[in-house]
């Protein structure tokens, strides 16, 4: 059975070719086990843009209309009858996925970003309306609080949006390799991500080196 659902201001592109416009999607009103959060900031990444353009046809073909964004930070305005981690009023983030198949031994492992069931936040089958998932360049969003991430309150939320992609991306190499203090970390080109890494490489106590082809 379907939920029944709103409609949310959005904005979606129309085909590889055209820019994005001001649109209505329908988004599910809150289940059981679902957050709803209105959207305050959500980051702009280049994947949003290869996405947009289907530069990645080869294997993520874009399904139009297509609403992106996946760095995604806002208040949460409504929970279901069995979420216990959230409360209306929470600041809350949703990054790259949605949900999962949760039972492989990926999502066992809580490893969910691996799973081969793995939905992501836009362009990705939606198991609840049919059709695509879509993003966060949109007014609010119902997420799974399973994939709903808390985010403290002395963060600035517009400077943590960029933390659920460009963040985690250059974090987890980071955290998989032990940086700290006394390792080396070179970062190519100071960009969206690069200068994530050098924030997060120079907390770490790293020595860190920036490669850039810019002469300035
Ligand atoms: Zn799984
Ligand atoms: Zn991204």
């Not at 208040?75 to 009858?81: A, F, I, L, P």
Request: hydrophobic letters at 35%; proline letters at 6%.
């Amino acid at each position: 059975m379907h939920p029944t659902t709103y409609n949310a201001k959005a904005y979606s592109a129309a085909s590889a070719t055209s820019p994005l416009a001001s649109t209505k999607i329908k988004r599910r009103d809150p289940t059981d086990r679902d957050v709803q959060i209105e959207i305050l900031f959500c980051g702009i990444c280049h994947s949003d843009l290869h996405s947009v353009r289907n530069e990645w046809s080869e294997f993520m073909a874009a399904t139009y209309p297509i609403v992106p964004g996946h760095e995604i930070v806002g208040r949460v305005t409504k929970v279901g009858s069995a979420v216990t981690k959230y409360k209306p009023g929470d600041l809350a983030a949703v990054g790259c996925m949605v949900d999962s198949d949760g039972t492989c031994p990926q999502c066992k492992a809580g490893l969910e970003q691996f799973c081969p069931n793995m939905i992501l936040t836009f362009n990705s089958p939606d198991k609840h309306l049919g059709g695509v998932t879509y993003g966060g360049y949109s007014e609010n969003i119902v997420v799974d609080e399973h994939f709903v991430l808390r985010v403290p309150s002395n963060l600035d939320p517009a400077g943590a949006a960029p933390l659920l992609c460009a963040g985690i991306t250059t974090y987890s190499p980071m955290h998989h390799w032990g940086v700290t203090k006394g390792k080396k970390v070179g970062v190519v080109g100071l960009g969206g991500l690069g200068h994530m890494a050098v924030k997060f490489a120079h907390a770490l106590g790293a020595h860190v080196v920036v490669f850039t082809t810019s002469p300035n």
